[in-house]
């Protein structure tokens, strides 16, 4: 019993049942109490308390996408930025970028997105119009990006690209291969290349 007031399994387990409580806990201070009842009333935090406990404790629901999640996207870059910062004592994940514009209109074309992180420089998206290509700038794109993570202390990269797309380019400027996975369509991979910088 609680203050005169029995405690059921079903109502340990719900806020209503709590509230309940509540009431007739304020009900029996009321009746045996006198004044001193209204200063010992119970409070509305502790069936807050007891609603934000119950939903910690609660699973949260899981379920798939395909749609862009930008909220998503952020909340969980955060979360594992703030992990790992958290591990090694400092911040260090900055994107790397090298843009290519159009010296007319001033419109990105192509480029590189990346980022370096705890010493690795790590390269995402490389691309050139077909205009573009053939000319050595994708070679310059590369130097630069890799300067730059020199700069920042990284001493390695790591890419991967698809078998139809560029390894032998990204071989060519000292890349090599360290993996290597089948995909679609039939003849196809994926192909994992790193660069030591030192």
């Known amino acids: 019993?609680?203050?005169?007031?029995?405690?059921?399994?079903?109502d340990r387990h719900s806020a209503e049942g709590l509230g309940n409580h509540l009431d007739q806990m304020n009900a029996w201070l009321d009746a045996n109490c006198g004044a001193d009842?209204?200063?010992?009333?119970?409070?509305?935090w502790i069936l807050t308390s007891f609603k934000e406990h119950r939903?910690?404790?609660?699973?949260?629901?899981?379920?798939?996408?395909?749609?862009?999640?930008?909220d998503a996207e952020r909340i969980i870059g955060d979360g594992l930025n703030a992990f790992n910062d958290a591990t090694v004592g400092y911040a260090d994940q900055v994107p790397l970028h090298v843009l290519v514009s159009d010296p007319d209109?001033?419109?990105?074309?192509?480029?590189i997105t990346g980022r370096t992180s705890l010493?690795?420089?790590f390269i995402d998206l490389v691309y050139l119009p077909e205009t573009l290509?053939?000319?050595?700038?994708?070679?310059?794109?590369?130097?630069?990006?890799?300067?730059?993570?020199r700069r920042r202390g990284?001493?390695?990269?790591?890419?991967?690209?698809?078998?139809?797309?560029?390894?032998?380019?990204?071989?060519r400027l000292g890349w090599r291969v360290f993996g290597e996975i089948p995909c679609e369509p039939p003849g196809t991979s994926r192909v994992f290349l790193t660069?030591?910088?030192h």
């Open 1 to 10: 019993m609680l203050f005169g007031v029995p405690r059921s399994d079903q």
């Open 37 to 44: 009842g209204e200063r010992h009333r119970a409070v509305p």
């Open 55 to 70: 939903s910690s404790r609660m699973d949260p629901i899981l379920r798939v996408s395909s749609a862009p999640e930008p």
């Open 105 to 111: 209109s001033g419109e990105i074309v192509g480029g």
């Open 119 to 121: 010493g690795l420089m």
């Open 133 to 149: 290509r053939g000319r050595d700038i994708g070679t310059r794109m590369m130097a630069l990006a890799e300067e730059e993570a």
């Open 154 to 171: 990284c001493r390695a990269g790591v890419l991967y690209t698809i078998s139809f797309q560029a390894p032998e380019f990204y071989k």
């Open 195 to 197: 660069k030591y910088f």
